[in-house]
């Protein structure tokens, strides 16, 4: 074989070797690629679960002027990263029957409605969407229709332990994106240091395990309007809403001028969560719902769609007004004697709502 023979071999080996090399190298570039977009989409296959938008680790608020590029939260007005502004809705049946108290997790929810279930006790539907992680929330209850329809309007997963019949051919007939605990267990436990049906809890985990498994995709809350607090000088040094609810579920609101919000009084002490956490609120809305009672057993039937009176409360002052709710899937809205939408101050909402009979006490 002459040199020149010999120079076209090596040259056609430093050829494959050099291609060989290159086809290695994409093939591994390859592979990385595929492992990354099969942990991202398939997060299941290597053992974690990919969390959706709803349920991430908290992000403390901010205000606007410090945070170039953040929003208002849709669920309660706080500037938050743009990102994090419209979280999927969790809207939870808390009980608040004598034998539940006390509650778990009712002082971290951004929203909450507060109305009779039957014989004159009331029940909460308390609205999670802050991202916060949250290891006990309960003891969870039973359904009534008008807590689901304020579920409805928020676009939010319904938790819930069973309900009233009409509440559950609703969530059925409707198509309403719930978990009930008869047939999701694993998704809640019960607490065997508490009587039953008094013990049924979940967490942010769970529910995040359950939107994860539906594959939910981002909220779709619309919004209130809200506002800064109003300075000091203009607030108003003491305020106090008593609402009569039956004995035992009395609640009065006292407003503190210096943090500009409302605590919370059930049955004359302070409302406190099970770790001792005070409720406290930025805003309180009573809204007036004419209601008859159904059944033996005392349940409800409110007329929570169309319009009546309401009062909104904020800043140290009460204000007459309006709620309007044109159909089960509208989001109920407040207005005032003018005919425009109130604004409310950043931070946690109750909604009080009250049958016209029920005595209202109200002190600025």
């Not at 929330?137 to 807590?147: K, N, Q, V």
């Not at 059925?172 to 719930?178: E, G, L, W, Y």
Request: glycine content about 6%.
């Amino acid at each position: 074989m002459n040199n020149v023979d010999l120079n076209q071999n090596n040259k056609k080996k430093r050829f494959w070797i050099i291609t060989g090399c290159i086809f290695v190298v994409l093939f591994l570039l390859l592979g990385f690629i595929a492992y990354f977009l099969a942990a991202d989409f398939y997060p299941a296959i290597f053992g974690e679960v990919k969390k959706p938008k709803v349920f991430e680790l908290a992000k403390k608020s901010i205000s606007a002027d410090l945070c170039a590029g953040c929003a208002r939260r849709a669920i309660d007005g706080v500037y938050v990263e743009e990102a994090l502004a419209n979280l999927y809705p969790a809207a939870v049946i808390i009980e608040n029957n004598i034998d539940s108290r006390p509650s778990s997790a009712l002082a971290k929810a951004n929203l909450v409605f507060e109305a009779e279930a039957e014989g004159g006790i009331t029940r909460f539907l308390a609205v999670y969407a802050a991202g916060e992680d949250i290891d006990e929330i309960g003891p969870i209850r039973s359904a009534r229709p008008y807590f689901v329809d304020w579920a409805r309007e928020l676009s939010a997963l319904f938790i819930h332990c069973g309900g009233s019949p009409e509440a559950l051919i609703k969530i059925a007939r409707d198509n309403i994106f719930s978990i009930n605990e008869f047939y999701n267990e694993t998704f809640f436990w019960r607490d065997k240091h508490r009587a039953a049906p008094h013990n049924i809890y979940t967490s942010t985990e769970n529910i995040n395990k359950y939107l994860a498994k539906k594959e939910a995709g981002e909220g779709m809350l619309l919004s209130w309007h809200f506002k800064d607090d109003a300075p000091e000088d203009e607030r108003t040094d003491s305020a106090q809403v008593k609402i009569g609810y039956k004995t035992n579920y009395e609640v009065e609101w006292i407003y503190n001028k210096k943090t500009n919000d409302y605590i919370r009084y059930l049955a004359g002490q302070r409302h406190k969560d099970s770790n001792g956490d005070e409720i406290r609120a930025k805003n309180i809305i009573v809204q007036y719902v004419k209601a008859k009672v159904l059944d033996d057993e005392g349940r409800l039937k409110m007329e929570h769609i169309g319009s009546g009176k309401a009062l909104a409360c904020l800043d140290g002052k009460c204000a007459a007004g309006e709620w309007r709710k044109d159909k089960s899937s509208a989001r109920t809205r407040f207005y005032n004697e003018g005919g425009e939408e109130f604004e409310f101050n950043s931070g946690v909402t109750w909604v009080e709502v009250v049958r016209p009979e029920i005595e209202l006490s109200i002190a600025n």
